[in-house]
Structures are given as structure tokens and as C-alpha cells.
């Protein structure tokens, strides 16, 4: 746990600086009430109104993120494979190969399926 | 065979955990400052190579060449005014130039500045800490950093913010994949994911015995995995919204892409404040992994005491500085990518090329270290081969096939509808009328002439 200890007092140092900042702007700058300004900024005309909570947006970014995850989870799997390869061996190498394939396959299908595609 | 040679070694593992806390102190403060001077003339290094390469002076009016431009920068952006508009997430709001600044420092705690040295009468290793995970914990750091941008744009309520967030933030962890594969052939080498260790495994590159001659190997990975170096460094572009992948920042479509609603205070700067630091790490894991972290260069090396006691932190520096020109240098290079271009070289280009360069370095170490039974890997190797070709063979033939359709079904459109005036309903002018060729003709006539057109129509 020692290992982590210095990190900590890095993020103390780094979220203290940070939230100094962007606590602080409100009060060094002038504030002249404006009704323009406190709209959102969309070049001048008027803003589209946005639903409380969030809108809709593109499906293509979730498949992204989905996407992700099966890949993240692969690297994950990867890493320990790689740090311990040495002691491993080809028993290793061999399962790490059908564990790739398997991922391939899934990763063909989403290709094929336009998944990767954005129009 | 290899033997490995005994080199100048650094630091391991277990020389972490030791400092007292106000050494840790020291460095963290060191690393903090560091990284907000190396923002400020960052900055101010970026604009005056940048113009120098485009043929003008830059920032040359605030102190001695400009030097002071970006301090005066951030001074004036604590003194603009700071919008909240009326319709935003206020929490969100608030809280995302925080998430996004935070994790970009702390990336930076387990980069390796040097070796052992003596501070105030303690040994102590130049390195704040480090991980037995040391690099998982960069690539976590960077993955904390997307929520920031998220947030940033969700927390907004504007389409351009929205918009933006969203294409940043797929774009940042789509290139973490391959960034993240790009590493793995590193390991495979060094063992381990300990960043002070991988420095040391570099070292020594070892002999290569052939025929009575010893060649020495290079140490660095950058050349031993030239591939892996490639693509890490085409990650590194996009994992940092960099030209040529800066398209967060498309301003000719998205405005300011994710921090469109941060007036230029201090919240912006934040996020500036960010990019700048993810810049420095990505380049320090780039020296870490493949130019021998702060080991010293080939002449200099030849020199004994040049990787012992404070040198090595010059060593570093100066790659550091040589890595963050590369990014001016691309900057000032390269035109921006398309969207499609850019999600397309991520996901169908560079992740199934590490994982195919992943497998060869693996089968290769592999080879070595099993030494006999050659035939089973080769068999292997071919197989991979094979399968690899049929399926391209199937996308190939398929992707074809749908061009072709696609192709045949235009052209048959297009006949179909190159003699009616109104195309299918919808009314287009015919392309050649007079006029557009210059020929100014009679207003009588043309309008008879259209009159006789709709009425036409109408029937």
C-alpha cells in the first residue's frame, strides 16, 4: 500500500489546485448580465432546446463503447499473458492464440455487420 | 543464443515504499510544478515552432521572445468573465474540468525521472512511485480523463458540446485499444509492467552469437519492436486529440467541440491545462517504453558517469523535448482526418494489426525459448496464416459483390430518370439551360418557355 501513498498526495496537490481554479473563476472575472450570454452558444441563433436529463444521441457511439469493453476485457487477459509469458511457454502462447481467435470471430462478425462502419 | 550483460541498473521494484513522507512530498510537488511549467512554455514552444515553421515570428511582444505569452494568457483568462449558462447541468458543470484536470497529473507519478540518487541525505530512486501495474495505471488514468469529457459535453445541454464529448470520447477509447496493444509486445520483453523495471530491462541489449562473432543488440525496444513503436505512436496522436486527429476541435463544425459552453476563464483552462499534460505523458511512456526511459543516448552513453546521479533527469528532459516537437512538428504537417478516416485506421487498422504483430513477437520468444519443437509453432504459424487469408478472401469477394450491386443499382437509377425533368417527385432544373453557360436570353421567351414547362408539368 506504501506504493500508493505518494500518488495520493499527488491527486491532494493536483484536485486541491483544480477545484481552486474553477472555484475561484466566478469571483476574479467582471460579471455583466447579458441574456445572450447565458444561452447555450450555437452561432448566433437561437438555442435548440434540450430535454431535461439529456437528449438522444447516435446510436453508432454506444456500439463504440460496447465495442470497448469487449476489447478492453481482451487487453486485460492480455497483459498477465504477457507480463508471465516467459514462464508460461508455448502452452501459454497456444491458449492465448485460440483466445484471440475467439475474439476475432466476434470482431469479423461486427465488421461484417457494418458495426465499425460510420456513414 | 543471447546472453544478457549486466548494465547500468536503475531501480527496481523494491526500492519503492521506502521514501519517508515528506521526500514523497518533495517529489509530488516537484512533478506538480513541473508539469505546470512544462504547460506554460509547452505552449509558448508549440506557437513558436509552429509559426517558425509557417513562415512567421509567433508570440515575440510578451518578455524576452515572447517567453511570458502564455503566463500572460492564463493571467487574463482568470480575469474574463465566467458564463455559466442558464441551462446547464450545474454539478456536471463544475465538476468536469476537475475530473478531466486530476487523473492527467496523476498519469504522470509513476514516470521514471532517473535512477537512485541522494536528497537531503536519503536514497531515493528519481521516480515518485511505482506499480507492479505501473502501466495499467497510466491507461486508467487516461480512461478517468474520458469522463471528464463526457461530462463535459453531457453536462452542457448544447448540441455542439453534446456532439463533441460524444466524438471525443469515442475517439479516445477506441485508440486506447490499440494504444494498450501496442504495449503488449514491450512486456512480453520485459516481464513486467513495472515502469522502473522496463527501464532496466533495456539496458542490455545482449550478444547475438554467430559464427564466432558477437554482435551486440540494441537496447532500446524501439528497435527491436519497430511495429509496436509505429502504431503507439499513431495512438499516442489520437489518444491526445492531436492533429492530425484533432476532430473534437473541428471548429469549422462543432465549434469548441466538448468545452464549447466554457467561456475562456480559468474552467477552460483546465481543460487546455489537460491536453497539454496528456501530451507529456504519452510522450514519457513512449520514452519509458521505447527509448530506454531516461537512460542516456548512444554517444553520450560511451561517458561512465552519464547514467548515474542527476544526468539521467537531462537525458529525459531532452527526449521529452524531442518527443513534444514531434507533435508540433506533426502539427504543422499534417491536414486533419475525416471522422469515418479516423474511427476506420483505429478499429480496422491498427487493432488487428498489433494483435497479428502480437502473436508473431509471441511465437518468435516462443521459438526461442522452447528451443526443440519448432514444427508445432510453425504449423501454428501457418495455420494463423491460412485463416487470415480466407477471411480476407471472404470480405474481400463480398465487399465487391455489394459494390458491384450498389454500382448496378445507381447506374439503373440513373437511366431511369436521366430523361424525366422532375426525378422521381422531386423537382430539379435541367442542368443546361442557357443561361448557365452565359448566354443571357430573352425574357419573353423564357418565360413562355417555363410557362410551357409547368403547365406541362401539371398535366
Given at each position: 500500500m506504501e506504493l500508493y501513498v505518494p500518488i495520493l498526495i499527488l491527486a491532494v496537490l493536483a484536485a486541491g489546485f483544480a477545484i481552486f481554479s474553477?472555484?475561484?473563476?466566478?469571483?476574479?472575472?467582471?460579471?455583466?448580465?447579458?441574456?445572450?450570454?447565458?444561452?447555450?452558444?450555437?452561432?448566433?441563433?437561437?438555442?435548440?432546446?434540450?430535454?431535461?436529463?439529456?437528449?438522444?444521441?447516435?446510436?453508432?457511439?454506444?456500439?463504440?463503447?460496447?465495442?470497448?469493453?469487449?476489447?478492453?476485457?481482451?487487453?486485460?487477459?492480455?497483459?498477465?499473458?504477457?507480463?508471465?509469458?516467459?514462464?508460461?511457454?508455448?502452452?501459454?502462447l497456444v491458449e492465448m492464440v485460440l483466445f484471440i481467435v475467439t475474439v476475432l470471430v466476434a470482431y469479423a462478425y461486427v465488421w461484417r455487420r457494418r458495426g465499425l462502419d460510420w456513414d | 543464443m543471447t546472453t544478457m550483460l549486466a548494465g547500468p541498473i536503475g531501480p527496481s521494484l523494491a526500492d519503492f515504499g521506502k521514501d519517508p513522507w515528506w521526500i514523497s512530498l518533495i517529489k509530488a510537488v516537484f512533478i506538480f510544478v513541473f508539469l505546470m511549467l512544462g504547460v506554460l512554455f509547452g505552449v509558448w514552444t508549440e506557437r513558436k515552432l509552429i509559426s517558425r515553421m509557417q513562415n512567421r515570428y509567433g508570440p515575440n511582444r510578451?518578455?524576452?521572445?515572447?517567453?511570458?505569452?502564455?503566463?500572460?494568457?492564463?493571467?487574463?483568462?482568470?480575469?474574463?468573465?465566467?458564463?455559466?449558462?442558464?441551462?446547464?447541468?450545474?454539478?456536471?458543470?463544475?465538476?468536469?474540468?476537475?475530473?478531466?484536470?486530476?487523473?492527467?497529473?496523476?498519469?504522470?507519478?509513476?514516470?521514471?525521472?532517473?535512477?537512485?540518487?541522494?536528497?537531503?541525505?536519503?536514497?531515493?530512486?528519481?521516480?515518485?512511485?511505482?506499480?507492479?501495474?505501473?502501466?495499467?495505471?497510466?491507461?486508467?488514468?487516461?480512461?478517468?480523463?474520458?469522463?471528464?469529457?463526457?461530462?463535459?459535453?453531457?453536462?452542457?445541454?448544447?448540441?455542439?458540446?453534446?456532439?463533441?464529448?460524444?466524438?471525443?470520447?469515442?475517439?479516445?477509447?477506441?485508440?486506447?485499444?490499440?494504444?494498450?496493444?501496442?504495449?503488449?509486445?514491450?512486456?512480453?520483453?520485459?516481464?513486467?509492467?513495472?515502469?522502473?523495471?522496463?527501464?532496466?530491462?533495456?539496458?542490455?541489449?545482449?550478444?547475438?552469437?554467430?559464427?564466432?562473432?558477437?554482435?551486440?543488440?540494441?537496447?532500446?525496444?524501439?528497435?527491436?519492436?519497430?511495429?509496436?513503436f509505429l502504431i503507439y505512436v499513431v495512438t499516442m496522436l489520437g489518444e491526445t486529440n492531436r492533429v492530425p486527429f484533432d476532430l473534437p476541435e473541428g471548429e469549422g463544425e462543432l465549434v469548441g467541440g466538448f468545452h464549447t459552453e466554457y467561456s475562456s476563464s480559468l474552467k477552460f483552462a483546465m481543460f487546455m491545462l489537460a491536453e497539454y499534460v496528456n501530451m507529456f505523458t504519452v510522450s514519457a511512456l513512449a520514452i519509458t517504453m521505447f527509448f530506454g526511459g531516461w537512460q542516456a543516448p548512444w554517444p553520450i552513453s560511451l561517458w561512465d558517469g552519464a547514467n548515474t546521479g542527476w544526468w539521467p533527469m537531462l537525458w529525459f528532459f531532452g527526449k521529452l523535448v524531442i518527443a513534444f516537437c514531434f507533435f508540433v512538428w506533426?502539427?504543422?504537417?499534417?491536414?486533419?482526418?475525416?471522422?469515418?478516416?479516423?474511427?476506420?485506421?483505429?478499429?480496422?487498422?491498427?487493432?488487428?494489426?498489433?494483435?497479428?504483430?502480437?502473436?508473431?513477437?509471441?511465437?518468435?520468444?516462443?521459438?526461442?525459448?522452447?528451443?526443440?519443437?519448432?514444427?508445432?509453432?510453425?504449423?501454428?504459424?501457418?495455420?494463423?496464416?491460412?485463416?487470415?487469408?480466407?477471411?480476407?478472401?471472404?470480405?474481400?469477394?463480398?465487399?465487391?459483390?455489394?459494390?458491384?450491386?450498389?454500382?448496378?443499382?445507381?447506374?439503373?437509377?440513373?437511366?431511369?430518370?436521366?430523361?424525366?425533368?422532375?426525378?422521381?417527385?422531386?423537382?430539379v432544373p435541367p442542368l443546361d439551360l442557357p443561361h448557365y453557360h452565359g448566354v443571357s436570353s430573352r425574357p419573353a421567351v423564357t418565360r413562355a418557355d417555363s410557362k410551357e414547362v409547368t403547365s406541362e408539368a401539371k398535366v
Open positions: 474553477v472555484g475561484i473563476a466566478p469571483f476574479t472575472g467582471p460579471a455583466r448580465w447579458n441574456r445572450a450570454k447565458l444561452d447555450a452558444y450555437e452561432c448566433g441563433i437561437e438555442p435548440t432546446p434540450q430535454p431535461v436529463g439529456g437528449g438522444r444521441f447516435p446510436l453508432k457511439y454506444m456500439i463504440t463503447a460496447m465495442l470497448f469493453i469487449v476489447f478492453d476485457i481482451e487487453i486485460i487477459f492480455l497483459y498477465p499473458w504477457a507480463v508471465a509469458f516467459d514462464q508460461l511457454g508455448l502452452f501459454g | 510578451a518578455g524576452k521572445f515572447g517567453l511570458l505569452q502564455s503566463v500572460a494568457d492564463g493571467l487574463k483568462m482568470g480575469l474574463k468573465e465566467d458564463l455559466m449558462p442558464r441551462t446547464v447541468d450545474r454539478v456536471v458543470f463544475f465538476l468536469a474540468p476537475v475530473i478531466i484536470a486530476v487523473p492527467a497529473f496523476l498519469a504522470f507519478s509513476i514516470v521514471p525521472f532517473g535512477p537512485m540518487v541522494s536528497m537531503f541525505g536519503v536514497q531515493t530512486p528519481l521516480q515518485l512511485t511505482d506499480l507492479p501495474v505501473a502501466v495499467l495505471f497510466v491507461l486508467a488514468m487516461a480512461s478517468m480523463g474520458v469522463y471528464g469529457i463526457v461530462l463535459a459535453g453531457w453536462g452542457s445541454r448544447s448540441p455542439y458540446a453534446l456532439l463533441g464529448g460524444l466524438r471525443s470520447s469515442a475517439q479516445v477509447i477506441s485508440y486506447e485499444i490499440a494504444m494498450a496493444l501496442s504495449l503488449v509486445a514491450v512486456f512480453l520483453f520485459a516481464g513486467t509492467l513495472s515502469t522502473s523495471e522496463i527501464v532496466n530491462a533495456q539496458a542490455a541489449g545482449g550478444t547475438w552469437e554467430i559464427g564466432g562473432l558477437s554482435i551486440p543488440l540494441p537496447s532500446w525496444y524501439v528497435v527491436m519492436l519497430f511495429p509496436s506533426v502539427r504543422a504537417s499534417l491536414p486533419r482526418v475525416r471522422y469515418d478516416q479516423l474511427m476506420a485506421l483505429g478499429w480496422k487498422l491498427l487493432i488487428p494489426i498489433s494483435l497479428a504483430w502480437i502473436v508473431l513477437v509471441a511465437t518468435v520468444r516462443a521459438l526461442r525459448l522452447e528451443g526443440g519443437d519448432r514444427t508445432l509453432v510453425m504449423a501454428m504459424l501457418g495455420v494463423i496464416v491460412v485463416v487470415i487469408g480466407v477471411l480476407y478472401y471472404a470480405f474481400d469477394t463480398s465487399r465487391e459483390r455489394k459494390k458491384k450491386d450498389q454500382q448496378a443499382q445507381v447506374r439503373e437509377e440513373f437511366a431511369r430518370l436521366r430523361n424525366e425533368p422532375t426525378a422521381g417527385g422531386f423537382p
